[in-house]
């Protein structure tokens, strides 16, 4: 059994899906981890009447409600900048046993021109990693 899981989660339907296996492995305890990007926040700041945060909060309620109705401890932390450094740097630094990441399934072309954050999360974090598909 896991003592403390890091999951990556952004509001899409890949890190609803990490989510969903990320409480399979039965953890004690789970630390729900979103980035907001600098666009996000221009883009609430510009466009929006809440802010990043709340913005983020609403994208996020299924997986707090997942959660939630399976009684599993956790904490929501939402932190401001670029999410693949964020993410390495938190799990580098954090008490964790592993971190679950959703992949947006790129092909390889659109990988080596967009990137991925899974991708170089993966070959830079040093504790166990799950990519969920």
């Avoid at 609803?16 to 981890?33: D, G, M, P, Q, V």
Wanted: hydrophobic residues 40%; glycine residues 4%.
């Amino acid at each position: 059994m896991y003592h403390s899981i890091v999951i990556a989660v952004d509001g899409s339907e890949n890190s609803f899906r990490a989510a969903e296996e990320a409480i399979k492995l039965n953890s004690k305890y789970y630390t729900l981890l979103s980035v907001i990007s600098h666009e996000d926040s221009k883009d609430a700041i510009l466009h929006s009447e809440m802010s990043s945060v709340e913005r983020r909060k609403l994208l996020l309620k299924e997986v707090i409600q997942l959660f939630e109705d399976k009684n599993k401890r956790f904490d929501l932390r939402i932190e401001h900048g670029n999410p693949k450094e964020i993410i390495i740097n938190i799990a580098n630094t954090g008490t964790f046993d592993m971190l679950v990441i959703g992949n947006r399934g790129l092909n390889a072309i659109q990988e080596m021109v967009m990137g991925s954050v899974s991708h170089k999360v993966v070959k830079e974090v040093n504790l166990p990693v799950l990519v969920v598909k």
